[in-house]
Structure formats: structure tokens, C-alpha cells
């Protein structure tokens, strides 16, 4: 038997397992559980939706934060005027994406929150600014408004087995598309203004999310394309999901599960590892997650052997 007929059946017999899974328990629409706060709760929610890598909506988790009513325009601009904060800039929306064959990466620099906020409530056609500074950015850049949110949620870290990995601030045009990716964290992603629309899917599609790999750029002050020096020193390609970052669910196959799930203000989703997602948002939407190191157990194990097998195809 040759090596590739080998390799052909080994991709079947792992696709036939990913779409079992998908029918046994891989949901097609997201739920919605209160947040658990006894010992008993925090094991069921740890058992049915973490052990399991299973995304859901958590109702309760924001209802105690002064910031659902409190972060207006003018009160972010009286407490954070002066604050020099992190802003990418792009012509188009489109960091850290694919734009005409280019993997491209934003503009960034530190301007006054009251010039973000002023440029925002009235936008420029040739350029779209978002915060999406991550690296516990909150902590970093906003810590004027921790009064504001739980720093730092008891619930959460019980349910994960660790302590808070970071903290950051999400705030930005409508134009501002996050592009499909995967993050290493447990994730748990709460709005507080405005509304975001994931488009998900489950870490056993990475068989048939296409990667290609693709010349690093960078946007310049002014809007233009240049090839990144320092990704262009570590290689130069970057390997990224081939779909169109405008519609996701275009060109979509029946080997691919997406489940597409809005988040309103004041409610929280669950977004397991390796859970690929694209975001979309409303205008000026503002959020905050927080993320915790994650447990390399089967659901690693899954994915990890999914992306080899996609790799080698």
C-alpha cells in the first residue's frame, strides 16, 4: 500500500471521528446557563461545557458591573482624557488579515483616549481605529476603570484550576473586523455596549480550514502597504485561514460546522481554546475578556492531530 493511499484513509477515518463528535455533542446553536457560583455549579459547568470544549452564553456574569450603565462617551472621556492608549490603524478594518494576497498587520501608536474617542463619534472614510491592545491591556491602559467590572472573577478562576492570565479592553469602529483565528486560552468574552457576532468553529474543522501562507505587511501612518522587517527576518510567510474576512460563511463546505452567536451588552460567552472565531461588531462597541491558561488534555490532543493531518494534506 502506497503512502498515500495510507494517508488518504488515515484523513477519512479521522474525518468520519470529528463528524461523529460534531453529532453527538458539538452544538449547532449556542445555550445559555446562568453563571455558576456554588461548589456544585462550578463542577457542572467545569464538567459540561470546559472538559468538554463546548462554547455557551453565561447570564449573570455582568449584572453587578457599574460599567453597563456608567460607560458613556462622556463619562470614559472625563475619566480616561489624558490616557495615552494603543490604537491599530487600518484603511479598511482589517488587522492582523488577509488583504490582496497580503497578510497584513496594522498601524500602531499611543494617542489620547479623548482624540480616539473624538475620531470615533465621527470617523474618517480613509482609516478605522480599534483598541484591541492585548496583553492585559485593561491593567496596562485602563486601569482607571477596574472599579467598573470584577477585575478579577472568583467563578471563573475556580472553574478553570488557575488564576487570571490577563485582562483586556476591546473598543472600536464597526468597519473593525477581527479575522478567523484560534487563541491557546479559555476565554471569556463579556460586552458591555453595543453588540458582537462570532462566527465559530469547532477545533475538529481545522481539517478543512485552509491555511495558505502568505507575504507579511504592515500599514504605515498614512495608509500604505510595507513588507514587515521583522516578520520578513523570521521567515517572511505568514500562514493564515484562507476565507473571505467580510463573510465567513461564504464558500462554506458540509465538512465545516459553523455556529454563529451574537453577544449583546451585558452578556458573557464562553469561548473554549482552539475554538476558531471571527468577530464582527456595532459601532463604538465596547468589551472586556479575560483569559486563563488552558489544560492540555484530549481536546488539545484532538486539534493537534487534526492540524498535522490538514498540514500534510
Known sequence: MSLHVMESDLFKALDNVCEELVDLYIP??????????SEAEILSFYRNYVQKNIPVKIAGCTEDWPALTK??????????????VSVAITPNGLADAIWDDKFT???????????????????????????QQQNNSFNTEFSQLLADIDPDPEWSSKVFGTDLDAVN?????????????????????????GKKTFTLFPPCDRL??????????????GGALNIDKDLEEA??????IDIDQHDPLSGMTENLHPVV??????????LPSYWFHHVAQSHATIAVNYWYDIDYGPAYGLFRVCDEIANKR
Open 105 to 131: 498587520l496594522p498601524f500602531e501608536r499611543k494617542i489620547k483616549f479623548v482624540d480616539f474617542l473624538s475620531e470615533l463619534q465621527t470617523p474618517r472614510e480613509d482609516r478605522v481605529l480599534y483598541l
Open 28 to 37: 449547532t446553536n449556542i445555550t445559555t446557563v446562568p453563571k455558576p457560583t
Open 235 to 240: 521567515g517572511g510567510l505568514v500562514p493564515w
Open 169 to 193: 479592553f476591546w473598543m472600536g469602529d464597526g468597519r473593525a473586523i477581527t479575522s478567523l483565528h484560534k487563541d491557546p486560552y479559555e476565554n471569556v468574552y463579556s460586552v458591555v455596549r
Open 208 to 221: 478543512h480550514l485552509k491555511y495558505k501562507k502568505y507575504p507579511a505587511y504592515r500599514y504605515d501612518e
Open 71 to 84: 460607560w458613556t462617551d462622556s463619562y470614559l472621556c472625563s475619566t480616561l482624557e489624558d490616557v495615552e
Open 261 to 270: 452567536v451574537e453577544i449583546e451588552a451585558g452578556e458573557t460567552l464562553y
